[in-house]
C-alpha cells in the first residue's frame, strides 16, 4: 500500500476543522527465533495504513488501513464528527516545516539473508549451549519503516527508518539453582550493527557468570556503599525520570494506565537529587535504537535536560501536552504504529557520565557492593517508589571486588537514589528496550544507559 | 477485504505447495474515549481488517499478516520462497485435522452505546462518591472473526463493552476496570456502580499505617489476583512447561493449592470480551480446568503441543504457543466483605501492577499495590498501607490461599489483566517488602 491518498485525507480533513493531520506509515518486519536448540519459525509483517488526526471542540484520531477513498473518508468523517464532541482541544501547531530524512544501513535488511540471520542465532544457541545453559532463548528481528506526515500548517515530513533488534533469555541450574538472564540489543542501523555487538563474548560471559551467581551467599540486609553498573543506571533514568517527566503524565493523561508523575503539582527546577546527577534524553542520537530527526508529529527532534545538576528541569512534550503547556512541542511525540496515537515518549535516556574513572569509584569504599547488572525490577505508577535486584554483583572490601553476592535487592525510591549519588563514572553505554505506554498499549524502541555510579548509604536486602 | 477472498487465499497456498495452512480473516470496529481530569481527551475510532496466515511445508513454519489483499499474491510468493529457506522447525507436529462441529453461542445484543454519554456517567459517578478528579477509557469492539484451515472454518462475533475508571482524591486512587462481552447489555445504573466503585477506596482510610516488611495475610481483590494469575498464565502452557519455563513442571495430579480454588480457562462464555468460538487451529474451545479444587489438572495445549506431551488439545492454540482465552476462578463459599470483616490481623489490597519475575522457572516475582492498600485489624480498614510490595513466588501464593469469595467480578485492565472473572482471594503468609 502507498500513501496515495494522505493529500486527499489532509484536504478534506483541514476544510472541516481547525487543524488536522495526516500520516502514513508502511511497517515491513522479520523475526526469527531458536528456543533450546530448536528452530521456531519466522514470521515477516507488513502492515500500512493512514492516520487523521483533527481538532474542533475537541481532538478526535481515527484510522483506516483501506486504499479506499469511500473507506478512508467514512474513517475521517467518524473523526470529524466526534471531534465536534466536547473535549480538551488544545494542542501545539507550529510552522511549516518540509524535509526528509532516512537512517543510514550500509548492510541493508533487504539485502542481509535468512540463512545469515538463522545462522547467528544458531551459533548462540549454541554457545549456550556449550555453556550449560539449560534454557535458551534467541530472537532477531528487524523492521523498516516508512512515514509519511502532512498538517494544515503545511509540513510534510518524510523519513525512512531501518532497526536491528536482538534479545536473548538464557537460564543455568547451578548446585539445584535457577538463575537467569534476559539481555535486549538494538540500534536504528542496518545489519552491521550485529557485526558490531560481539554477541558470543557478551553470552559467554552472561553464562560464566549465571553459574558463579547461582551458587554465591545471599546478602545480609544494612546499609552499603554501593557501586551500580551502566545497565542499572540506564533503566533508573528511564523509569525514575524519563517516565515522570513525559508531562502527559504529569498532567494526568495517563492516569488509568501507567500513572501519573510525583512530579504531579510539582513547579520546575524540582530538586531530585545530589548535584552529580544529570539525565539526558536525546532522540537525535544517531544510529541509537530510538533515533529520529522528526518525531511523529513532524517536529525536529532535539536533546532535553530532563533533570540537570540534580534538579528536574525539563519535560518531555508531544503537541497535545505542549498545547496544554502553552509552549513548544520538543518532539517527543512518538506512536508506535500507524493505527496509534502519538503520546510523549523517551527516546535515549541516560545518566550524562561524569569525570570519575571506574577504579577511582572504588576508592575509600570499607564495605561495598558492586551491582553490575539487574534482573527484576518494577516502578510505582507515580515514578517513585523502585526496586532493582542484581544480577551479576560482587561484594566490596577496602575498595577491593571480595566475592559474589546473589541477588541483592535495591528497593527504594526516586530523590533517595539520586541523593545518594556521590560520584559518576566516565564511561557510557547503552542497552536496547520496548518501552510501553499509552491505551492500547504501545511499545516503542528506546535505549537507556549511562555510567558506573557510587551511591552512598543504600539499605540493600 | 472481505470474509470470501480467504477460499482464493486458501488454494494459492495450496497450489503453491504448503501442506498445512491456517487463516484467521478479522475485521474490527472499535470505538474507544479516553478521559482524564474529569474531561474528554481522545476520541479514537478504528476501522481494520487483516488476514493473519500460518503455512507451513512439512516442518518447515512461516507466517504473516496480510492487511491489503492487493499484496495477497506477493505475499503467497514470499511465503514459498521464505519456506525453502528456513530451517525445520520441530516443535510443529500439524494443524488439527479433526473435522469438528462448533457450538451456536448465545445471541448477541445489540450494543450500541453512546460511549460521550457513558463517560459523563461514569466520571459524575465517582465524583458524587468522593473522586476529585478521574482518568480512564471506554471500548465498544466489535470483531467478526473467522478461522480457516485445510481441515476446518469458523465464524463467530465477539468483542464487547470494556469500562476503566480510576479515581483520584490527594494522594489516594481506586480503580474499577471491568469487561461486557456481546451478550450483556450495560446500562447506566451499571455504570454508575463502576464508577461509584472506583471512588470506594478513597474513604476508607486517611491515615497511613506503619507497616513493616514481613509475611502477611492478604485479602486479594479481583484485580490483584487476576493480576496475578494473568502474569503467570503463560506457566501453564505446554510450551513454557517443555522450554524449561514453567513453575508447574512435573505436577500434573499434584496439589498445587488450597482444595478451595478451581482455575478454568472459559472462552465460551459470551458475557466477556474473551470469547472465542474456537483456537487459531481452528479446534473449536471449551472451558478447561485448568486447577481443580487444587489440583493441577491440565495444561494448555494446542494441537502440536498436545502431540509432543502425549494428551489432546485444548483448544487453546496459538498453534506453537497454547494461550489463555478467558480465566475465571469458580466462586468460593464466603461473600468478600465477610472475608474483611474476619481479617483479624492483614492487609487488604485492592490493585497492583508492574509485575516482573527474576526466576521465571520458579515463579519469583514481585508486584506494586496501587488504588488502594490497607492495614486491616479486627476487620477494621486501620490505614493505609504505602510503598509496599508483594515480593514472593506464584507456588507460595497459590499453596498458602485459604479462602476464595462467592462474589466474583469480570476484570480486565490495560496490559495487567486479561479479560478474567475473579473472585477475592484470602492468602496466607503473602511476603511483604518495602523501601527504605
Known amino acids: 500500500m502507498e500513501p496515495d491518498l494522505i493529500d486527499k485525507i489532509l484536504e478534506y480533513a483541514s476544510a472541516n476543522s481547525s487543524y488536522a493531520e495526516a500520516r502514513f506509515m508502511d511497517i515491513t518486519s522479520n523475526y526469527l527465533s531458536y528456543r533450546n536448540g530448536e528452530f521456531e519459525g519466522l514470521d515477516f509483517g507488513r502492515e500500512s495504513g493512514y492516520a487523521v488526526r483533527v481538532v474542533n471542540n475537541s481532538i478526535s484520531m481515527a484510522y483506516s488501513n483501506s486504499s479506499r477513498w469511500d473507506d478512508v473518508k467514512r474513517s475521517v468523517d467518524m473523526a470529524l464528527e466526534r471531534s465536534r464532541f466536547r473535549g480538551k482541544n488544545s494542542i501545539y501547531r507550529g510552522k511549516e516545516v518540509k524535509d526528509s530524512w532516512k537512517v543510514q544501513a550500509k548492510k541493508k535488511i533487504e539485502d542481509f539473508s535468512i540463512e545469515d540471520k538463522s545462522a547467528i542465532l544458531k551459533e548462540n544457541d549454541s554457545i549456550m549451549k556449550d555453556g550449560g545453559a539449560s534454557v535458551r532463548v534467541n530472537g532477531l528481528s528487524d523492521k523498516r519503516i516508512r512515514q509519511f506526515y502532512r498538517n494544515s500548517m503545511g509540513s510534510e515530513i518524510s523519513g525512512d527508518i531501518s532497526r536491528i533488534y536482538y534479545h536473548y533469555m538464557v537460564g543455568v541450574v547451578e548446585s539445584g539453582e535457577f538463575e537467569q538472564s534476559v539481555e535486549h540489543y538494538g540500534a536504528s542501523s542496518g545489519y552491521e550493527y550485529i557485526d558490531g555487538l560481539n554477541l558470543q563474548e557478551k553470552i559467554g560471559h552472561d553464562i560464566s557468570d549465571l553459574h558463579q551467581s547461582a551458587a554465591a551467599p545471599r546478602i545480609n540486609p544494612g546499609k552499603f556503599d554501593i557501586i551500580v553498573g551502566p545497565e542499572i543506571s540506564g533503566i533508573v533514568a528511564h523509569e525514575s525520570c524519563g517516565h515522570p517527566t513525559e508531562y502527559d503524565r504529569i498532567i494526568g493523561r495517563e492516569g488509568a494506565q501507567a500513572g501519573e508523575s510525583f512530579l504531579t503539582g510539582k513547579k520546575i527546577p524540582f530538586r531530585i537529587g545530589s548535584e552529580a546527577v544529570n539525565v539526558i534524553d536525546d532522540p537525535s542520537m544517531e544510529g541509537s535504537f530510538g533515533y529520529y530527526r522528526y518525531d511523529d508529529e513532524g517536529v525536529k527532534s532535539r536533546k532535553r535536560y530532563l533533570y540537570k545538576d540534580g534538579m528536574a528541569s525539563d519535560y518531555i512534550l508531544n503537541r497535545e501536552s505542549a498545547g496544554i503547556l502553552g509552549v513548544e512541542s520538543n518532539g517527543g511525540g512518538r506512536t508506535a504504529s500507524w493505527n496509534l496515537e502519538p503520546l510523549a515518549r523517551m527516546s535515549t535516556t541516560y545518566i550524562e557520565p561524569g569525570n570519575h574513572g571506574f577504579e577511582e569509584l572504588f576508592d575509600g569504599i570499607k564495605k561495598g557492593v558492586y551491582i553490575k547488572s539487574f534482573t527484576e525490577w518494577n516502578i510505582d505508577d507515580i515514578r517513585f517508589n523502585e526496586k532493582y535486584v542484581g544480577k551479576e554483583a560482587y561484594f566490596i572490601t577496602d575498595g577491593e571486588v571480595s566475592g559474589r553476592v546473589r541477588r541483592p535487592v535495591i528497593e527504594t525510591n526516586t530523590i533517595s537514589f539520586y541523593s545518594a549519588v556521590d560520584a559518576v563514572g566516565k564511561d557510557l553505554e547503552f542497552n536496547a528496550g520496548t518501552c510501553g505506554k499509552g491505551d492500547p498499549m504501545q511499545g516503542v524502541d528506546v535505549w537507556m544507559g549511562g555510567p558506573h555510579m557510587r551511591l552512598r548509604s543504600v539499605h540493600l536486602q | ?436
Open chain 2, 1 to 436: 477485504m472481505t470474509s470470501p477472498d480467504l477460499d482464493s487465499l486458501m488454494k494459492k497456498l495450496t497450489s503453491r505447495g504448503f501442506h498445512e495452512i491456517a487463516l484467521q480473516y478479522t475485521k474490527t470496529r472499535t470505538e474507544q474515549v479516553r478521559f482524564s481530569q474529569n474531561t474528554e481527551d481522545l476520541h479514537n475510532y478504528w476501522d481494520e481488517s487483516s488476514v493473519s496466515v500460518f503455512a507451513a511445508k512439512g516442518k518447515r513454519t512461516v507466517s504473516t499478516t496480510i492487511a491489503d489483499f492487493a499484496d495477497a499474491d506477493e505475499t503467497v510468493n514470499r511465503l514459498w520462497e521464505i519456506s525453502d529457506r528456513i530451517p525445520e522447525n520441530p516443535r510443529f507436529v500439524g494443524l488439527n485435522p479433526e473435522k469438528v462441529k462448533y457450538t451456536k453461542p448465545q445471541d448477541s445484543i445489540d450494543s450500541e452505546y453512546d460511549l460521550q454519554d457513558m463517560s459523563v456517567n461514569l466520571v459524575n459517578s465517582a465524583i458524587e462518591n468522593g473522586a476529585e478528579r478521574t482518568a480512564g477509557v471506554l471500548y465498544n469492539r466489535s470483531h467478526s472473526i473467522t478461522v480457516k484451515t485445510n481441515h476446518n472454518e469458523c465464524t463467530y462475533e465477539t468483542g464487547g463493552l470494556e469500562v476503566l475508571i480510576r479515581s483520584f482524591r490527594d494522594d489516594r486512587t481506586g480503580q474499577e476496570a471491568r469487561h461486557f462481552g456481546k451478550s450483556i447489555r450495560v446500562d447506566s445504573k451499571t455504570i454508575q456502580q463502576i464508577g461509584k466503585g472506583s471512588a470506594q477506596p478513597l474513604s476508607l482510610a486517611r491515615e497511613s499505617a506503619d507497616i513493616k516488611p514481613g509475611k502477611y495475610r492478604v485479602l486479594m481483590s479481583p484485580y490483584v489476583i487476576g493480576n496475578i494469575i494473568s502474569y503467570s498464565s503463560d506457566f501453564l502452557s505446554y510450551h513454557s512447561v517443555e522450554s524449561g519455563l514453567s513453575c508447574f513442571a512435573d505436577l500434573l495430579g499434584k496439589q498445587v493449592s488450597d482444595s478451595g480454588l478451581t482455575l478454568m480457562d472459559d472462552p465460551l462464555d459470551t458475557g466477556g470480551v474473551g470469547f472465542r468460538l474456537c483456537d487459531n487451529e481452528g479446534t473449536p474451545t471449551r472451558k478447561n480446568t485448568l486447577i481443580g479444587n487444587g489440583v493441577l489438572k491440565s495444561y494448555m495445549h494446542s494441537y502440536s503441543t498436545a502431540k509432543r506431551n502425549g494428551a489432546e488439545t485444548t483448544g487453546n492454540a496459538g498453534i506453537l504457543n497454547p494461550t489463555a482465552w478467558q480465566l475465571k476462578i469458580s466462586p468460593g463459599k464466603v461473600d468478600s466483605e465477610k472475608l474483611l470483616s474476619q481479617l483479624d490481623d492483614g492487609l487488604w489490597i485492592n490493585n497492583c501492577w508492574y509485575t516482573r519475575y527474576q526466576d521465571y522457572r520458579n515463579a519469583v516475582f514481585s508486584t506494586v499495590p496501587r488504588d488502594g492498600a490497607f492495614y486491616v485489624k479486627n476487620g477494621e480498614v486501620k490505614g493505609i498501607a504505602k510503598g509496599i510490595r508483594i515480593s514472593d513466588s506464584v507456588p507460595s501464593i497459590l499453596g498458602n490461599v485459604k479462602a476464595v469469595s462467592r462474589d466474583t467480578k469480570t476484570v480486565k485492565w490495560w496490559e495487567e489483566i486479561g479479560p478474567s472473572s475473579m473472585p477475592s482471594v484470602l492468602v496466607d503468609s503473602v511476603n511483604i517488602s518495602k523501601g527504605f
